[in-house]
């Protein structure tokens, strides 16, 4: 039982904090119609990472966020003008930025050669959570020891805060986030600015996905931002009660989906894992498909009279 | 415009000067001046693509204008935006969105509550009161998506009422209603004129103007008339606006229904 607090317990939290603040956001994104920008900004977030690097030498996680930060920066702001400029809807404009950023991306990793540094495409998409191991962490007891919790990975209190940012965020801007996703036009009206909501969406967005992408992988991001939240939709007409089970599910995902990554193939007689993050986001892909087959609200009214 | 001099544009709930607004190189809207007479009940007039909509929506500042001055009550919609109500076009919205009746009728609270107050027994009631209003207090629990055109456009009415504001701005109301709701919006929006209320609304049906209003604005793109029904609603100004367009038979019908009437009988 040691072993489990000293290799699992650490990643399993990680994934199951990282899964609830992506999925507690992603009710907006579905709603908004804008899955898609955070696929965006968690493929983004690769060349941000390597120009960071080519520029400081230095693998430190700030730095690596603040080029994420601004790689993400710059993809919004391009979404915003080929949609403008364009005139082409915001999800061909966000697909056009970010698979350009993203090979852009591939390309500066190449041709630098920084593949002997531990940087590489597979764990900008996987991530790493099995390596964020709690050395110190010898069992149980382990949780009161003051010197063993300062050995903690520090991405444990990264996505931590992140998480915290995104439920004060919701909080403070409930009753406009939920104006401006309905009808923008009424909230611009009554100056709930739909406008500055919108960017602080997107930029929650992309201080979640930065934080999650360097501990948990963007698979995992992408897949959080969307499947719980549109799963979630399926089962209830009532969005308080959606974002709850958006809540639920995004949990059950990351610790079924660690549980079985690790000791799946065992069950199976297999001497092998597979990646966490891949199976969290099955999970959470074969828990939308169950929805979308069993879900009592898959198909609604207002769909149809549109 | 010296709004501060003007005691005209001082008492308008809303008063336009030189409003111009583009979309790409066409102007959607170009310098149009209109003073709304408080206590009126206007229509805003003109065939499709003339701008009615963009105008009220760069009035409200939901679309960006590219010149011109807009007053409420002679001081900048910034800062007196809560003296007005806008009611959308029903089409504007997903009407899938997980809400009930009454979540969106809260919406016109937004205001009344600062992100650390709770929605209140006290909110419900107001809400309540406005749609058992337009007659739709049956319906507070329901979907959004389960309601017909004619009950999604009186939840958006009793949102605007719920905002109990001096201007309310009305975007085709009539749009896709049946005869039935119609009547019924219709006597809503008499009963806030008769409260003092200011109406404000972009109206397609020429035939029921002068039933329904007392003042006009006829554009497209640029101002065409303004006035009281019965000075600025004339055939001249409506061919004028709808550029030739309508018949002679459809005129007489519309400036003239009641002559229409007696004749046909």
Redesign the interface.
Known sequence: MSDFVMLSLVPMTIAAITCLSCALLGNFLV?RRQSLIGDAISHVALPGIVASFLITGTLAASAMMIGAGVAALITVVMIELIKRLGQVEASAAMGVAFTAIFALGVLMLEWHGASGVHLDVEHALYGNLESLIWFEGLGWHSLFDRQALADLPPQLARVSWVALLVVVFL??????L??G???A??A?????RPAVVDLLLVMMVAITAIAAFEAAGSIIVIAMFICPAASA?LL????GQ?IAWSQVLALVSALLGYVLAGYGPGWLGLDMSLSAAGMIATVSGLILLLACLFGPYRQ????A?? | MNAALDPEIAASPLAVHGLTVSYGRKPAVYSVDFVTPPGSMTAIIGPNGAGKSTLLKAALGITRRLSGDVRVFGKPYAEQSRHVAYVPQRSSVDWDFPATVLDVVMMGLYRDLRWWQLTRRRHRDQAMQSLSRVGMEAFAERQIGQLSGGQQQRVFLARALVQDAELMILDEPFAGVDAATEKAIVEVLKSLKARGKTLLCVHHDLATVRDYFDHVLLINVRRVAAGPVHQAFTSAALQEAYGGRLSDVQLARIICPAAHLTQRA
């Open positions: 709603l909080v403070v801007f409930r009753r406009a939920v104006i996703s309905f009808d036009e009424f611009a009206s009554i100056k709930a939709r209830t007409n009532h969005l959606q609604r009214d207002g769909a009279r549109a």
